[in-house]
């Protein structure tokens, strides 16, 4: 499965910006899809997840209120809309899915697509 991730560049503090994830070869509904982020100097870290028809949805606290994922199984995508951005929102943000819903760590995400730069000036 290879997932392609989109959207990310330049933002001021307080501004939106939507990255998207999709899969050209492989039918995305049949996994719960993620997005994680990694700033420079850090470890990679969970941000939000959803499940396959989108009736459940994870946030980590430091984005709760914020950021919105969402997925549109007709289209083979998958959405995270950030708002309010914060110099600290900047990172690479990856997607990932698996298939079995295993849990948000990030050990059990079967597959990562190469992620997009989000970068929030101050």
């Known amino acids: 499965v290879q997932l392609q991730a989109s959207g990310g560049g330049l933002v001021q503090t307080g501004g939106s910006l939507t990255v998207s994830c999709t899969s050209s070869?492989?039918?995305?509904?049949?996994?719960?899809m993620a997005w994680f982020r990694q700033a420079p100097g850090k470890e990679r870290e969970f941000v939000s997840a959803?499940?396959?028809?989108?009736?459940?949805?994870h946030y980590a606290d430091t984005v709760k209120g914020r950021f919105t994922i969402s997925r549109d199984n007709g289209n083979n995508t998958a959405y995270l809309r950030m708002s309010n951005l914060k110099p600290e929102d900047t990172a690479v943000y990856y997607c990932?899915?698996?298939?079995?819903?295993?849990?948000?760590?990030?050990?059990?995400?079967?597959?990562w697509g190469q992620g997009t730069l989000v970068t929030v000036s101050s």
């Open positions: 070869g492989e039918t995305l509904s049949r996994f719960v």
């Open positions: 990932a899915a698996d298939s079995t819903g295993r849990g948000l760590a990030l050990g059990s995400w079967e597959y």
């Open positions: 959803i499940t396959w028809r989108g009736g459940t949805t």
